[in-house]
């Protein structure tokens, strides 16, 4: 079992920059990888990277690739989704999920594991 909950969620303004953190609990965290994933209103939910516990290997959507950054601390169990250049486009929900299959990283029916979510906004 994991448990996963996430924060730093806000408003920001075009260009600026936020971090999230998702705080995991379990006793096998070394055997799954964490996903990001967004959804914005009326639209699908959509992969945006994901990072694996046992090495570090990261993961990410094209739309975000050198704009996002994922990262993991081992100590405080947290996975950090560091965004840069936010846009408009980037407003949605964000959440962070875990998985032990990591066929499918990029999908969300490959994740067991889901928090709460977060709300981004950026405005313009």
């Known amino acids: 079992q994991v448990q996963l909950v996430e924060s730093g969620g806000g408003l920001v303004q075009a260009g600026g920059s936020l971090r999230l953190s998702c705080a995991a609990s379990?006793?096998?965290?070394?055997?799954?990888?964490m996903g990001w994933f967004r959804q914005a209103p009326g639209k699908e939910r959509e992969f945006v990277g994901a990072i694996t516990w046992s090495n570090g290997n990261t993961y990410y959507a094209d739309s975000v690739k050198g704009r996002f950054t994922i990262s993991r601390d081992d100590a405080k169990k947290t996975v950090y989704l560091q965004m840069n250049s936010l846009q408009p486009g980037d407003t949605a929900i964000y959440y962070c999920?875990?998985?032990?299959?990591?066929?499918?990283?990029?999908?969300?029916?490959?994740?067991?594991?889901w928090g709460q979510g977060t709300q981004v906004t950026v405005s313009s």
């Open positions: 379990g006793r096998t965290l070394s055997r799954y990888a």
């Open positions: 999920a875990a998985t032990n299959v990591f066929l499918t990283l990029r999908r969300v029916e490959g994740y067991q594991y």
